[in-house]
């Protein structure tokens, strides 16, 4: 894995401000991480009429199983841990459980988990139709992964349990799954439900709000989405009516291009996902005390300089971004019918996040007649991306590095 994969831009922090919310001041001393001399003012928001109070930055522990970092998260005062059921084939779910035991601290931090269950990705609805990693959408499945989750965290409840990926309206308010959360909230094995989504992001949560049953939605919301405007409309509803809003795949992708490498200032995408007061708090996923460092300096200070600005419609201007932004539009131009989206996807994790393992759990989604394996036997590719993507270069890219099912 190539080094600069995993680097981030250094970043003089400016003087901290309360925004929004009162703060709380954490000597930096206690968290160890950077300047001692300076004392940060952790912004805190309210997570809608679950009325959790969590910091703007949280741990999004996709990518990490590092007991360290999360203590050291913790140490600092994030309290709110974002996974999901299939993150690292459950070691996620495991390593935060194993901290949160060892602390004995499960009542001072919000879990949130993910289930995942199959899908019809032509017709973008839930499906009977299930797999090891994606079983069949039913109510006796959602127990399962919840009792296995529960399990693995260590606690007999979660705080905020989410329909993971909902790609379509139809996804999000699906009967048989959506009333199994509302069951597992009555239960009180979650306190609050919610979806996730990282397509067709403006719809999914206008439908999920209008449902009457979730707390949160948590979605992809970026400075380089195209629906971004529709979106920001889409969240103001949410959070007229209540319903918390959860921010993920802030970066656009980390990365913009794969030739001439226009990288991401972190902050500055981090601060404009939340110049947006009815964002919540944001997920980024870390796997690096420095990444942990940056975030930690974001939380305590939304100040989106001129420069910042500047740099991020520079960077939102670029050709060949990385950032998918599952239109689809690309899946007729291939007389294969090859699942393109899930694809760059694949290449997102890989070359934007530097994480292999999600990588191939992305790829492995797919059946053998869907996904790389097809490309692998295809001599010309035809595939195009209105939007810029390179798609053959990715997939060349994914094909070397033996990403197919064998
Ligand atoms: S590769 Fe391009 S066309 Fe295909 S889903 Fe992504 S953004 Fe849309
Ligand atoms: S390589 Fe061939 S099969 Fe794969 S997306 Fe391109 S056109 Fe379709």
């Given at each position: 894995m190539k080094q600069k994969r995993m680097k981030?831009?250094?970043?003089?922090?400016?003087?901290a401000f309360g925004f929004l919310s009162a703060g709380i001041s954490i000597p930096i001393a206690r968290a160890n991480l950077t300047d001692k001399n300076q004392s940060y003012k952790i912004i805190?928001?309210?997570?809608?009429r679950t009325r959790l109070r969590i910091p703007i930055v949280s741990f999004g522990v996709m990518n990490s199983d590092s007991p360290d970092l999360i203590n050291k998260a913790l140490d600092i005062g994030i309290n709110h841990l974002d996974t999901a059921h299939l993150y690292l084939r459950g070691n996620s779910e495991r390593a935060i459980g194993e901290v949160l035991h060892a602390r004995g601290s499960r009542d001072k931090v919000?879990?949130?988990t993910k289930m995942r269950f199959a899908r019809d990705r032509e017709r973008n609805i839930f499906s009977l139709r299930g797999n090891e990693r994606e079983p069949a959408a039913t109510e006796e499945n959602l127990f399962r992964q919840l009792e296995t989750s529960l399990k693995r965290l260590r606690t007999d409840y979660i705080d905020i349990l989410y329909l993971h990926s909902c790609y379509s309206p139809q996804m999000a308010v699906y009967e048989p799954l959506m009333n199994a959360?509302?069951?597992?909230?009555?239960q009180g094995k979650a306190r609050f439900i919610g979806i996730s989504t990282h397509k067709d992001e403006a719809n999914v949560i206008l439908a999920a709000v209008k449902a009457n049953v979730y707390d949160v939605v948590l979605t992809a919301y970026?400075?380089?989405?195209?629906?971004?405007e529709e979106l920001r409309k889409a969240i103001q509803y949410a959070a007229d009516k209540g319903v918390g809003v959860v921010a993920m795949k802030t970066q656009g992708g980390r990365q913009l291009q794969e030739e001439g490498k226009v990288e991401i200032n972190h902050e500055a995408a981090l601060k404009w996902v939340l110049s947006d007061e009815n964002v919540c708090t944001t997920i980024p996923g870390m796997t690096t005390f420095s990444q942990l460092e940056q975030n930690f300096k974001t939380m305590s200070n939304l100040t989106l300089s001129e420069a910042e600005q500047k740099e991020l419609q520079f960077a939102s201007k670029q050709k060949g971004i990385l950032y998918c932004q599952y239109c689809r539009n690309c899946i007729a131009t291939c007389p294969k019918s090859v699942e393109i989206p899930t694809l760059m996807r694949s290449y997102m994790y890989m070359e934007g996040y530097g994480n292999l393992i999600q990588a191939q759990l992305t790829t492995a989604e797919l059946p053998k007649n869907q996904g790389l394996n097809v490309c692998l036997e295809c001599s010309s590719c035809t595939a195009i991306c209105?939007?810029?993507?390179?798609i053959n270069s990715r997939l060349r890219y994914l094909i070397a590095e033996k990403m197919y099912l064998v």
């Open positions: 981030r831009r250094d970043f003089i922090g400016k003087a805190y928001r309210t997570l809608g919000y879990l949130a959360l509302v069951k597992v909230k009555k970026n400075f380089v989405q195209k629906n971004r209105p939007n810029g993507i390179s």
